[in-house]
């Protein structure tokens, strides 16, 4: 069974910072890409960052400049290191991973492996 954990989240006061993790655990061959997306009340999903196997970024507008995303292929992990936090980035924080998966002789590629989410608050 696949398994991404999150953590990290919490309140913080504006212009703080948390970092957020997501461990991504189970028969994997491969974490292929991962991001973090974020969903606030009365708001559709979008996406925050992104980052590839081989380390290319990708971030939201609203984001650029304040988040940075890093992965560590070691332990199957992922992080965002959230600076300068504003009561516009409180939501539920969830994590993605692009997974190559063992099954059988065969492997199984889906994208669509999704955590629990954990909540983000920036207080005003």
């Known amino acids: 069974q696949v398994q991404l954990v999150e953590s990290g989240g919490g309140l913080v006061q504006a212009g703080g910072s948390l970092r957020l993790s997501c461990a991504a655990s189970g028969s994997i061959s491969r974490v292929n890409a991962m991001g973090w997306y974020r969903q606030a009340p009365g708001k559709q999903r979008e996406l925050v960052a992104s980052?590839?196997?081989?380390?290319?970024?990708n971030y939201a507008d609203s984001v650029k400049g304040r988040f940075t995303i890093s992965r560590d292929n070691a332990i199957d992990t992922v992080y965002l290191l959230m600076n300068s936090l504003k009561p516009e980035d409180t939501a539920v924080y969830y994590c993605?991973?692009?997974?190559?998966?063992?099954?059988?002789?065969?492997?199984?590629?889906?994208?669509?492996?999704w955590g629990q989410g954990t909540q983000v608050t920036v207080s005003s």
């Open positions: 980052i590839t196997s081989s380390g290319n970024t």
């Open positions: 993605n991973a692009d997974l190559s998966l063992y099954s059988g002789s065969y492997l199984r590629r889906r994208g669509d492996y």
